[in-house]
């Protein structure tokens, strides 16, 4: 049975730092990509950054870009985001997921879904 199960979301102010961490397990991800996604009340799922399971690029919404970064610990089956300079328009609940060979920012084309954990960044 696949399972993505996030953790590290919490409060915190403008300006600091958050890291998310994703264990992935139930199968080889060797052919994913692994995605970061999230969800603000009222609003649609967002795309915010993938990367290559095997070592391949990266992708990151320009939201984003320059302040977050996306990693793997292949070793572990564990995905990571790092979160730096935090606004309060990056407070979400965050999804990981995997999508098989796409590096897709469309979230109806990811197989796989977390939970999530609620980020919020207080001004």
């Known amino acids: 049975q696949v399972q993505l199960v996030e953790s590290g979301g919490g409060l915190v102010q403008a300006g600091g730092s958050l890291r998310l961490s994703c264990a992935a397990s139930?199968?080889?991800?060797?052919?994913?990509?692994m995605g970061w996604f999230r969800q603000a009340p009222g609003k649609a799922r967002e795309f915010v950054a993938a990367i290559g399971w095997s070592g391949g690029g990266t992708v990151y919404a320009d939201s984003v870009k320059g302040r977050f970064t996306i990693s793997t610990d292949n070793a572990n089956n564990m995905v990571y985001l790092q979160m730096n300079s935090l606004k309060p328009e990056d407070t979400a609940v965050y999804y990981c997921?995997?999508?098989?060979?796409?590096?897709?920012?469309?979230?109806?084309?990811?197989?796989?879904w977390g939970q999530g954990t609620q980020v919020t960044v207080s001004s």
């Open positions: 997921a995997a999508n098989f060979w796409s590096y897709s920012t469309n979230y109806k084309t990811y197989q796989y």
């Open positions: 139930g199968r080889s991800f060797s052919s994913y990509i």
